[in-house]
């Protein structure tokens, strides 16, 4: 009668911690590599369509906020009772602004979709207001305020909605 001879323990080896490393390290940089490139092709971290026009337009840009500083205009922006959307304006002063023209863009603050253009009147002296049903969520406001004289203020608020 024979007996068979008892299998050998495993063994941990110098090769078998090294196949270990490189099939983890390899792994890890593979899944990497794939959320990387995901993320840069949702997503190329351009904040405009045109940044070399943009560019070049940045001086007119800087003027234009040097003038509206130096208007000293106050704008704030919020939701009125009923729903409505609200903007006052007060001069350097702290008097209402009236007979202004104010242009508005609403807009998502992560996405395009939905971007709507809203037109505000006078509802009292520097208190001008624009129908803001169904709007609901987060919203970026882009004002453009002119007076009669032609100057002009730009303001951006972000309104949380109910």
């Not at 997503?43 to 940045?58: I, M, R």
């Not at 807009?107 to 009292?124: I, L, M, S």
């Amino acid at each position: 009668m024979t007996h068979a001879s008892p299998r050998p323990a495993f063994e941990l080896k110098g090769w078998h911690v090294l196949a270990a490393m490189l099939l983890f390290f390899g792994l890890d940089i593979a899944v990497n590599t794939v959320f990387m490139v995901t993320a840069y092709r949702t997503y190329p971290g351009e904040g405009s369509e045109t940044p070399y026009e943009d560019g070049l337009a940045y001086n007119t840009a800087l003027q234009q906020r040097q003038a509206q500083e130096a208007l000293g205009w106050r704008i704030t922006a919020g939701e009125a009772t009923g729903g409505s959307l609200e903007v006052q304006v007060l001069s350097k002063a702290g008097a209402g602004l009236h007979g202004l023209n104010i242009k508005g863009e609403l807009q998502r603050p992560a996405t395009e979709t939905g971007r709507r253009t809203v037109a505000f009147r006078e509802a009292a002296p520097g208190v001008y207001d624009a129908a803001g049903s169904g709007l609901h969520g987060a919203w970026d406001l882009n004002l453009t305020v002119v007076d009669g004289q032609g100057r002009k203020a730009l303001a951006e608020r972000r309104l949380v909605l109910p």
